[in-house]
């Protein structure tokens, strides 16, 4: 089961990374508002699909050893805390109702270091 949640996060990672080079690669042709609006139809139709939209995909990904989440870019703020840091391109995924130390993710700071937010997964 790992292997297959962790080849449907990196195909996500792909698909976003895929259209963010691409609204790159034509920023000569494309108005900034098509190459932002069309990263953001990305990410809502992710987000709006099943099973990225349930709280226990991620839980999923989340559970995944150390060297997977390491490759979809989660990181730790030094090598003494156990959980790592989670990368802002799964962040913006999640449901907003999910919740971290207590708190929904709607009502989280979204402060942003080395591609991570600061809350832990």
């Known amino acids: 089961m790992d292997n297959d ?33 069309d990263i953001d139809k990305t990410f809502e139709s992710i987000k709006n699909k099943e099973p990225y939209n349930t709280h226990e995909f991620w839980k999923e990904v989340f559970a995944l050893p150390e060297s997977h989440k390491k490759i979809l870019g989660f990181k730790k703020w030094s090598e003494d805390i156990k959980e790592m840091n989670i990368p802002i391109w799964i962040w ?21 270091r080395f591609g991570c937010v600061f809350w832990r997964a």
């Open 92 to 112: 913006q995924l999640l449901p907003d109702d999910m919740e971290f130390d207590g708190k929904l993710k709607k009502d989280l700071d979204n402060e942003i």
């Open 5 to 37: 949640v962790f080849f449907q996060a990196m195909n996500i990672m792909k698909c976003i990374c895929n259209e963010s080079a691409a609204g790159n690669a034509f920023k000569g042709y494309w108005s900034n508002n098509m190459r932002c609006e």
